[in-house]
Structure formats: C-alpha cells, structure tokens
C-alpha cells in the first residue's frame, strides 16, 4: 500500500480511538466522529480519483450528506442533555430518564 | 245590500283609530286610557249589528279585499271570512276586552306606562281578530305571530323582574315549537293543494290529510298549551292580571282550539286525529287539574283552570263537535275573565298579596269581590242553568253518549270534579274563615271602574250561555235521550268535588300536616315536568354538542391521532425496552478492546 493510503488510514484510526477513549466532555467524542467521517471522505476521493471508478464519484458527496446528518443529531443530543445540567459532562449521562 | 260587510269592517277600523293616533299629541294625554276604551266599546256595540244580522238570516260573508301577490299559480289577497265562528266569537271579545280595559285603568293607574299598556292591550286585540276572521292560512298565521308577539312583550311588561323576562321567553319558545307545525301544515297544503285558501282546501279531496292536521295539531298544543307544552301557560302569570285574564284565559289560548275548529270539515273524517286530540286533551285536562290543587298562587290557580278547560276543549274536539267546542270557547272567556278580575280585585285590595294562605275573611270587607267570585266558580263548575253549564254539561252529555275512549272520558269526568274541588280551595282560602292578612291596609272596592267592569261580566256569567245557546243556528244534533245516571253525571262528580273538597279544607283547620306525601309534592311542583325539560334536555344538547365538536373534532382529529400519539408511542416503548445504564465510557473502552484484540489475534490467520 502506498504512503497516502497508510497516513489516511492512521487518520481514521487515530479518530477512532480518539473517539473510543475520552475522560470528560461528550463534544470530544463527536469532534473526533467528525474527523473520521473527514478521513473516510479524503480516503475515498483519492482511491476514486487514482483509479478512474467514475461511476462511484457520487459516493463522497453521498457521504457527507449523511455525515451532516449524523453530526446534527448529535449536537441535537448534546444540546438535550446540556439544556437539564448545564454543561456536557459524561457523567451526567447515568439516569436514563424519558 | 245590506250594511254586513260595512259595519264589521266599521268595526275593524274603529278599533286601528288609537292606534293610528298614536303618534300624536292623543297618546301623551293622561286621558288615552279613556278613548281606547270608549273605542272598543263602541266596536263592540258596531259589531253587534253584523251579528244580529247573522243570527236573523243566517248570513255569512267572505270580504276579499286586496290582491298582494301571486307566486305563480296561488293567488294571495287579503280576505275576512265572516261566518259563524268569527261572527259569533267576535262580540264576546270585545264585550270581554271592553270589560277589561275598563278594569286595568283601575288596576294599573299608578303605572306611568298606562298609555303603552293600553297600546299594546288594542294591539293584541287587533291581531286576535285578525286571526279569527282570516280567510286564508297566511292571514291567520300573521294574526298568530301577532298575538304571541304580544303575549311576549304583555307578559314581561314588568321587565325590571327577572321572572316576568324567563317567563316571557318561555311563552315564546313554547309558541314557536308550535308554529314548526303550523308551517309545516302551510307547505303541505301549498305542495300539494295549491293554495292557502279555506274554501279551496275543504272542497278539495285527498286520501289523507294526516300530515298537516299534525301540524295543526301541534300548533295547537303550543298556542293552547296542552300536555307537553304547557309549562307556559302558568309561568306568564307574571304578567299584570288584565294580561292574564284578556289573553291567557279568553283570547289567545283558545287560538290554537279556534285553529282546530277552523278546520273541522276535514277532521270529521279523519279518525286518528280525533283519537289524537281527545286523548292529549284528556291528559292535559287532568294534569292540569292535579297540578291546581296543591298551588298557592290564586292567579296560578286559576292559570291551570284555564288550562284544564282547555283541555276539555280538545277533548270536545276529539269526540267530533266542533260546535260544542265554540259554544264553549264563548262561555268560557265570560266566567274566566271574571275569575281573573276577582283575583286582581283582591291582590290589588290586600296590597299585592298573591299567596292565598296570607288572604281570609274577605267575605264580608269585600262582599261584590265575593259575589263575583262565587258566581264564577259556580259557572265554571257548571251548575245548571248558569253559563257554564249549557256548554260544559252538553260536552260531558256528548262524551258519555258517544262510541269513543273510556280511558279518556274517565279521565275527563275526573278532572271534572277535580274542578270544583280546587274552586272550592280558592273560596275557601281567600274569602272564609279569619283574616290572615296584615291588619294594616285598607279595603276599598267601592272604585266605579272596578264594579262597572265585573258587573258587565257578572251579568254575563250569568245570562250569556242562555243568550247564545238559544240564538245560534242548530248545527249538529244533540243527544236528546240517555240514561238518567249519564245525565246526572256531570253534575254528581262536581257535587262530589265540592263535598270533599270543602271536607278536606275544613280538617286543615284542626289537624296538622306531619310532612308532604310524594303525592302532594308531584302536584306542587307540576308533575316535575318543568323541572326536568327545562334542565336535562338543554344539558344533554350542550354536552353532546361539546363532545362531538369541541372533543371529536378539535382535540381527536386535529391534536391527538398523529402528533400526540407518536411522541407518546416513542416515550412509552423507549422507557419499555431501555436497560441500559448509561456507561458510555465504558461501552466505547470496550468496543476498543475488542477491536485491537481482534486486530491481533486475527493477525496470524495464515
């Protein structure tokens, strides 16, 4: 495998794990879900774009409509459970009240 | 060419004048009261000469003046119909409003409104003699909204008085449940005879004529007030007693028995609706009378009275003798108006005191108020020979000796009795005895306005039904020969009344009440028929009216069945299916274990 493949890839898992591991605040896992979605995208415009797959030029912009999305659904959490504690910690995510 | 026509219509106009006038210098004179009186009286005596004419020769006329319009084939103008209905009944409506005004200029001279009371008195007069020489159903109608109309506005004179404006509104609305009838008989005799013409529409034949004498007939239950709407009739005895006794004793309510007789020729043959009337005249005959006997209001009493001889009436109607019916409209008006006067006589003399366990011992501080009173018990009860008997008698004759109901007629005989029972109460409570009234006041009868009035009538309870029964054509044939206990039947179920009626009232004085039985408190509070029409059927309307709008509509279609229910659905299954505790530190740590341990181990697949 070529170096631009193996340093997006170390990207993506370097995102991954950032959004595996973190102490306190839910913002950092969200943050690093958006730096796996922006690897994911690099990764696939420049295969798409080395190997001539035309067919598939669709499938980054697909991707990021579906990565707004997600992304919006998150903060919309966020912003639940920041408006009942006032801040994003992880803590607070213990009671599951409906 | 005789002079018929000329003077009834004479007559009509002399009795518009004041009315025309009222829009001069005339109606603010303290003297108005004065010249509608002396204008009715003279229409009374102008209208005597047709009448007289009418009994001589037995001439009837139909005046048809004016062409108003024609509504592509049907032709309607102005018409009076002067037969022997209106012929007859005429007079005694104006000899018994001449009567009565005389009377409430007495009554109601403190009143700053006398001349609008006046106004109104003729207007009402007015429009009832429209209403019975009108020749075609569209003239009779405006005399029918015209006399309700008036009723409105006479019963609520004293409009500062809650009860006096219910009361009016109720005599309305009751009105008006009729009037669905009555116009309901007016579009089936305009779809399917063509016309609003009498003439036209009895010689005209039909397999049936069910639908529009149901109309008729509810017509009548509304304007007479029989059972089922009547709770009017007692209630508009908020109104001043010359009110009560021109409209709801002679005139008005026996619009709507006028109405049936009207259009006898096409009942006589239609059995269904003769059983109809007789058996709701029945019952409204007793229950009426029932409900007269536990009262304590005196105008009340005799509210019911009226109700219950017109339910007697209906049932004259019922057994087929229109006649008879007429007869007894006639001699009605005289002792009822009378009673009416008394009434007001004495409330008027003991200083507005309505309630007849505060009267007593009037015997002998009012004795012309007495005579007048007792006359006019006896007329109603129908002793003989007095006015009430010739037409009470012979209806209570005719019932017994006709193939008809017996449920109906022993009701009837009962209500009978029942009659002299509750007269006997009133003369009981209000002229006998000790007075138990507040010594305080003065009794003063000796009013020439006062006398002059009752005297007229007076002499009318007692002579009018002689005069009339022996003046008018022979129409129907009565029953000459029956059985000896038939033709005292009458008179032994109202002696009956009397004795225990008297008997009754004479223990009051000794024994004590412990509590009112169920029965009396049936009779006091009228049967609970208002108690319940005018509470549960408004309730049910709204609520059901709320349901269906406010709750099926509004909240079910329009908030709940998407909206609510999803967000409901979504909060109820996620608190159902959710175990989770929440540890998502601990779920990603996890996960990324699992990961690199995997990522290891698989690592030497080979």
């Not at chain 1, 102490?23 to 190997?51: A, K, P, Q, W």
């Not at chain 2, 001889?309 to 049932?315: H, K, S, T």
């Not at chain 2, 037409?391 to 005989?413: C, P, V, Y």
């Not at chain 2, 309870?461 to 029956?482: C, D, K, N």
């Amino acid at each position: 495998m070529s170096m631009v493949y193996i340093n997006i890839f170390l990207a993506f898992i370097l995102s991954l794990m950032g959004m595996l591991v973190y102490r306190s605040h839910l913002m950092s896992s969200l943050l690093c879900l958006e730096g796996m979605m922006l690897s994911l995208f690099v990764m696939m415009s420049v295969t798409i774009l080395n190997n001539h797959l035309t067919l598939a030029s669709m499938m980054p912009i697909v991707l990021l409509v579906f990565a707004a999305c997600e992304a919006a659904l998150g903060l919309s959490l966020l912003v639940m459970v920041s408006n009942t504690y006032g801040t994003d910690y992880v803590q607070n995510l213990n009671l599951l009240q409906c | 060419m005789n002079m018929f026509s000329s003077c009834m219509i004479t007559a009509l106009v002399i009795l518009t004048l004041p009315i025309i006038m009222s829009s001069t210098k005339l109606y603010k004179n303290k003297l108005y009261p004065y010249y509608v009186k002396t204008a009715t009286s003279y229409a009374f005596m102008i209208s005597m000469i047709p009448t007289m004419m009418f009994i001589y020769s037995g001439q009837e006329t139909i005046i048809s003046n004016w062409h108003w319009m024609t509504i592509q084939t049907m032709k309607l103008s102005m018409s009076f119909k002067l037969d022997y209905f209106s012929m007859i009944f005429v007079p005694v409506a104006l000899f018994v409003t001449w009567s009565i005004m005389e009377f409430s200029m007495w009554y109601m001279h403190s009143d700053p409104y006398i001349n609008r009371f006046f106004k109104y008195l003729l207007l009402f007069l007015i429009t009832m003699m429209v209403l019975v020489t009108a020749n075609n159903m569209f003239q009779l109608f405006i005399g029918w909204e015209g006399v309700g109309i008036m009723s409105f506005l006479l019963i609520g004179w004293w409009y500062g008085r809650t009860d006096a404006n219910t009361a009016a509104l109720q005599a309305v609305l009751y009105n008006r449940i009729g009037d669905v009838g009555f116009i309901m008989t007016m579009a089936w005799f305009l779809l399917n005879l063509n016309t609003w013409d009498l003439q036209q529409i009895f010689i005209t034949t039909n397999d049936n004529f069910n639908l529009p004498l149901l109309g008729l007939l509810l017509a009548a239950t509304g304007k007479s007030a029989q059972f089922g709407l009547h709770p009017w009739l007692p209630s508009a005895m908020e109104g001043p007693t010359p009110v009560s006794a021109l409209l709801h004793s002679s005139t008005m309510v026996v619009a709507g028995v006028f109405l049936l007789i009207r259009f006898h020729p096409l009942m006589e043959h239609n059995q269904t609706i003769q059983t109809l009337t007789l058996c709701l005249g029945a019952i409204t005959t007793l229950f009426t009378a029932i409900c007269a006997l536990t009262q304590n209001d005196i105008k009340k009493i005799v509210a019911f009275s009226t109700s219950s001889q017109l339910g007697l009436m209906m049932v004259t109607i019922g057994i087929n003798q229109p006649y008879l019916a007429f007869l007894h409209i006639c001699t009605h008006a005289f002792f009822k108006a009378m009673l009416f006067m008394c009434s007001g006589s004495i409330i008027h003399s003991l200083n507005d005191e309505q309630d007849i366990r505060k009267m007593g011992g009037l015997f002998k501080v009012l004795p012309f108020t007495t005579t007048s009173l007792i006359i006019g018990s006896l007329a109603l009860t129908g002793m003989p020979f007095l006015t009430g008997f010739y037409s009470k008698d012979l209806i209570i004759e005719s019932a017994n000796t006709s193939n008809t109901n017996a449920w109906a007629l022993l009701i009837t005989l009962v209500a009978t009795s029942l009659t002299a029972a509750y007269s006997t109460r009133i003369m009981f409570f209000a002229l006998l005895g000790q007075p138990r009234f507040s010594p305080m006041i003065l009794i003063n009868e000796n009013n020439p306005l006062l006398i002059n009035s009752i005297k007229r009538l007076l002499i009318g309870s007692v002579f009018a039904g002689y005069i009339i029964s022996h003046s008018i054509t022979p129409t129907t044939i009565p029953q000459m020969t029956m059985p000896h206990y038939l033709k005292m039947t009458a008179l032994a179920v109202t002696i009956l009344g009397f004795i225990l009626a008297l008997e009754l009232n004479l223990t009051t004085q000794g024994l004590k009440f412990n509590y009112p039985s169920n029965y009396f408190k049936f009779s006091s509070l009228l049967g609970y028929y208002p108690t319940i029409m005018h509470r549960l059927t408004p309730k049910t309307s709204l609520t059901i009216s709320q349901k269906s709008a406010f709750m099926l509509l509004d909240s079910i279609w329009l908030e709940n069945i998407l909206p609510k229910s999803i967000s409901y659905f979504q909060m109820k299954s996620s608190t159902l299916i959710s175990n989770q505790k929440g540890l998502i530190k601990l779920y990603f740590l996890s996960f990324m274990l699992t990961m690199i341990l995997s990522l290891l181990i698989l690592n030497y697949h080979e």
